[in-house]
């Protein structure tokens, strides 16, 4: 019997587990070949993500094994909110672990936090467009493509999907 998941926020002690993870996530799934990739290096800092939106960390047994990013509209950490949205940014989970709950125990923790602001009516996201792994995740957590609002990394043709949950659904 695995034990069992824990969110929470994370704290300065939990950063360099956070930037690990993340790395090591993006790397193993064959997002970025290069850990040394600019966007690589700006997720791994860890401090300055948590002075522009909230970092949380799933823990097991004491130890943290994946994290999520979560952003208000307006705030220079949100790339896609509308106004009425939270953006969920950086979901990783370690490798070790992968498809054990800790992605759907980040995704249920997030979307009760956004049901429990007021003016804030769903959950938005950017994925890779080829992340299928993500993809899938997202799919069954009940997001939905809102393909008018993909987007391009800019200066590349990089395709990125955006996904959307209303807070109306269960």
């Known amino acids: 019997m695995q034990l069992p998941i824990t969110v929470r926020p994370a704290r300065p002690a939990d950063y360099d587990d956070v930037a690990r993870i993340t790395l090591d996530s993006y790397v193993t799934a ?3 070949g290069d850990p040394e990739h600019p966007y690589l290096r700006q997720l791994q800092d860890v401090a300055g993500r948590a002075e522009h939106a909230d970092v949380w960390v799933a823990e097991r047994g004491g130890a943290v094994i ?11 950490f949100a790339d896609i909110a509308y ?14 672990v992968q498809r054990s709950g800790a992605g759907k125990s980040l995704v ?8 429990s602001r007021a003016g804030i009516n769903a959950v938005a996201l950017t994925t890779g467009a080829t992340w299928e792994s993500a993809n899938a995740l997202y799919q069954a957590t009940g ?3 809102v393909p008018e609002r993909d987007w391009f990394v800019p200066g590349t043709d990089i395709k990125l999907f ?9």
Do not use: N, W
């Open 108 to 115: 249920k923790a997030l979307v009760d936090h956004a049901r």
């Open 162 to 170: 955006v996904y959307r949950r209303e807070l109306g659904q269960p």
């Open 143 to 145: 997001f939905e493509r």
């Open 83 to 96: 106004e009425d949205e939270l953006e969920m940014r950086t979901l990783v989970v370690d490798p070790a």
């Open 30 to 32: 064959g997002y970025y």
């Open 66 to 76: 994946g994290s999520v990013t979560v952003a208000s509209a307006g705030g220079p």
